[in-house]
């Protein structure tokens, strides 16, 4: 009996079981497929090369808060403050670069490291006191909305043309050096996969080479190689777009290749469990949180770059406006739980795409400001339902 036991084939995972694990993105995709194929119906300029560019530039920002904010989701928490961190360390930096003629190469880079290390406090507040972390963070978020209107001049705002810093939305990689960062960010996802492949096999799961290797690689070489044709028919890669993929790279490899990104997803399936497996649950708590106000900070470089300036609009205005709120749907949306330790890198870039496309879409028909807010909330209620409806008939209940 042991040997019959020993050489059963693993049980295969039903369709709805995948849908909750590997295939979780899949829903985003088809629904994102299909409102590119509604847009395309209701504009002839929506595929075009130079509308996709402007689609893609304008979901960066919404983007890098997004993948920030997965961060904190994912240890079951929330922050409401990245959207004033973002505003007040782009006032900030602008300031010293204005006001006291610091370079932009001193003043961006103490910006995040500001950032970081305001999220860092919020979260050793919620840990030292035991006080929930949207309170927290809300209380926070609203303190920085009034530092941001301090540091603001009589003017409410700072004219960065001229400063260097427009620098990072105006430049884009055109020709032979977008096809080399293809092939750079290709590579450097391959590495990532069979890194991952290996640790799996070496733990003695049996792996697919075609499903965990040939099919993710030939699918984002497509994808990547179809955007560098696209991107390349206008005016190349900006800047910004690959400053968000770099991040994507980075975030993916810290949550597939390292203690800490596991570490993330225990603290987020259950707290206590991973308290008593020795690890230190405030520490990671910190550590998300600091990299959700980092990020949060160089998404405010490039919305100040790309608006060529700072003001009382930076950061969403106070309460951080909609930048708030479709950053933290972008992340559900791309699938990442409110409820802790699920979610997946790519998560950011495809609830940053749906929020884009819907923004880009409805702004080309000529609709009002006030229906792309409907839309937008409707589309954060549905994505969760679906989620939860899947996992109701799967039984594979996370919350």
Same mark, same amino acid.
């Given at each position: 009996m042991a040997s019959i036991s020993a050489n059963a084939a693993p049980k295969q995972r039903t369709f709805?079981?995948?849908?909750?694990s590997d295939l979780r993105a899949l829903p985003v995709v088809i629904a994102l497929i299909a409102l590119w194929?509604?847009?395309?119906?209701?504009?002839?300029?929506?595929?075009?090369?130079?509308?996709?560019?402007?689609?893609?530039?304008?979901?960066?920002?919404?983007?890098?808060?997004?993948?920030?904010?997965?961060?904190?989701l994912l240890v079951k928490e929330i922050d409401l403050s990245v959207a004033a961190i973002h505003g007040v360390t782009a006032v900030l930096s602008a300031k010293l670069i204005v006001d006291f003629g610091v370079s932009p190469w001193i003043s961006?880079?103490?910006?995040?490291?500001?950032?970081?290390?305001?999220?860092?406090?919020?979260?050793?507040?919620?840990?030292?006191?035991?006080?929930?972390?949207?309170?927290?963070?809300?209380?926070?978020?609203l303190a920085l909305n009034g530092i941001q209107l301090l540091l603001l001049p009589a003017t409410a705002r700072y004219g960065l043309?001229?400063?260097?810093?427009?620098l990072i939305a105006q430049t884009t990689i055109s020709g032979i050096y977008a096809w080399l960062a293809w092939a750079l960010g290709i590579g450097a996802l391959g590495i990532l996969i069979l890194s991952g492949v290996r640790r799996r096999r070496n733990a003695g799961l049996e792996v697919s080479t075609n499903n965990a290797v040939v099919i993710p690689l030939f699918g984002a070489g497509l994808v990547g190689a179809v955007a560098v044709v696209v991107l390349n028919a206008n005016q190349g890669?900006?800047?910004?777009?690959?400053?968000?993929?770099? !991040? +994507?790279? &980075?975030?993916?490899? @810290?949550?597939?290749?390292?203690?800490?990104?596991?570490?993330?997803?225990?603290?987020?399936?259950n707290d206590e469990a991973a308290r008593r497996a020795g690890i230190k649950v405030p520490l990671i708590r910190m550590a998300a949180f600091a990299i959700a106000g980092g990020v949060a900070a160089i998404a405010g470089i490039v919305a100040s770059s790309r608006t060529l300036g700072v003001g009382v609009f930076s950061?969403?205005?106070?309460?951080?406006?909609?930048?708030?709120?479709?950053?933290?749907?972008?992340?559900?949306?791309g699938g990442v739980s409110l409820f802790g330790g699920r979610g997946a890198i790519h998560a950011a870039l495809l609830g940053a795409l749906v929020i884009g496309t819907v923004q880009n879409g409805l702004n080309l028909m000529g609709?009002?400001?006030?229906?792309?807010?409907?839309?937008?909330?409707? !589309? +954060?209620? &549905?994505?969760?339902? @679906?989620?939860?409806i899947i996992e109701k008939l799967t039984g594979q209940q996370t919350f």
């Open positions: 709805g079981e995948l849908l909750t194929i509604f847009f395309a119906f209701q504009s002839n300029v929506f595929l075009t090369p130079r509308n996709l560019s402007n689609l893609l530039l304008q979901s960066t920002v919404v983007g890098m808060m997004a993948l920030g904010l997965m961060f904190v961006l880079p103490a910006s995040i490291l500001i950032g970081a290390a305001i999220g860092s406090c919020s979260a050793r507040w919620v840990n030292w006191v035991g006080v929930p972390s949207f309170v927290v963070t809300l209380g926070l978020g043309m001229g400063t260097g810093v427009e890669i900006p800047l910004p777009v690959l400053i968000f993929a770099v !991040l +994507l790279g &980075l975030g993916g490899y @810290i949550l597939n290749e390292t203690q800490f990104g596991l570490y993330l997803y225990a603290v987020g399936n950061g969403g205005g106070v309460g951080g406006g909609t930048l708030l709120l479709e950053s933290i749907a972008a992340a559900v949306i609709v009002d400001n006030e229906v792309r807010l409907i839309v937008t909330g409707l !589309l +954060l209620v &549905l994505a969760v339902s @679906i989620d939860k």
